[in-house]
């Protein structure tokens, strides 16, 4: 069963996830619990989308990995659930979590759908085996004029470019990395509640299907251990090098590195 190691920051009754030496420190997690129940996922209030059985595979398999993405999009998965639904190959995630933190539910985590698309062998398996979480979220941004917008690739200039058209970024709402990360040098930062919604579930999932949820320092970039399907929590960055799902926020590594079996 899952326990905390670590401590929870308690700040009038509400939960702080709170930035410390880029790292969350969590406060006493006995003496919280009786003020929220933190790592207790309410399955009743997760919402279930109508998403058509043609469009993944309703198959049972054995799952013993989670892979963690981000949409690209803005506010509302409505947007990302209608995309999929244009294609007939069955992609999608099992989970996305909007910027409330409210958790939609595309499909049962029991059965599985093309996520991944790693050029291997092994692709079908990996995806079989794993559940996908999509954190809503535009990912990687570019500046302009001390503005960050949303991006999308040029194949002309053959680099990402901002789409200008769009309101920038709130500057409270990026995370910068001075030295880049996967082409880009700022995110826009996920939500508190998006991060907590994420904690719940992988509570879960540990709980139901014995997932490790060691962290793994290698994760945020292409690795033989995710490649060849080594169990535990994995980004999509961990399995292709032209992805910047997730990127390493502080606060999701705090989150991860604060889970003890």
């Not at 990912?139 to 004029?145: A, E, F, M, S």
């Not at 200039?157 to 990360?181: A, L, Q, R, S």
């Not at 907590?196 to 490790?212: F, M, P």
Request: proline content about 3%.
């Amino acid at each position: 069963m899952y326990l905390y190691k670590n401590i929870i920051m308690i700040s009038r009754n509400k939960i702080s996830l709170g930035l410390l030496d880029d790292t969350i420190k969590y406060a006493d997690f006995l003496a919280l619990k009786e003020k929220v129940d933190l790592h207790q996922l309410d399955l009743k209030k997760i919402h279930q989308v109508n998403f058509p059985d043609y469009q993944y595979y309703r198959k049972q398999t054995k799952k013993d990995k989670i892979v963690l993405h981000h949409t690209v999009s803005g506010q509302g998965v409505e947007g990302d659930i209608n995309w999929w639904l244009t294609t007939t190959a069955r992609i999608a995630t099992h989970i996305i979590i909007d910027w409330k933190g409210e958790i939609y539910q595309c499909y049962s985590s029991k059965y599985w759908a093309h996520h991944l698309g790693v050029h291997a062998q092994n692709n079908r398996e990996l995806n079989k085996t794993s559940i996908g979480v999509e954190i809503d979220s535009w990912g990687g941004l570019v500046r302009y004029n001390r503005n960050w917008y949303p991006a999308i690739w040029s194949s002309q200039v053959k680099k990402y470019v901002p789409i200008t058209t769009m309101h920038p970024i709130p500057k409270e709402n990026v995370f910068e990395i001075p030295e880049g990360y996967r082409g880009f040098y700022g995110f826009e930062k996920y939500t508190n509640e998006q991060l907590i919604s994420l904690e719940k579930l992988l509570i879960y999932w540990h709980n139901r299907y014995g997932i490790s949820l060691k962290y793994n320092e290698n994760m945020w970039d292409v690795n033989e251990d995710a490649l060849s399907g080594k169990p535990g929590i994995w980004t999509h960055t961990s399995f292709r090098q032209d992805k910047s799902d997730c990127y390493p926020d502080p606060r999701l590594i705090g989150l991860l590195k604060s889970f003890k079996e």
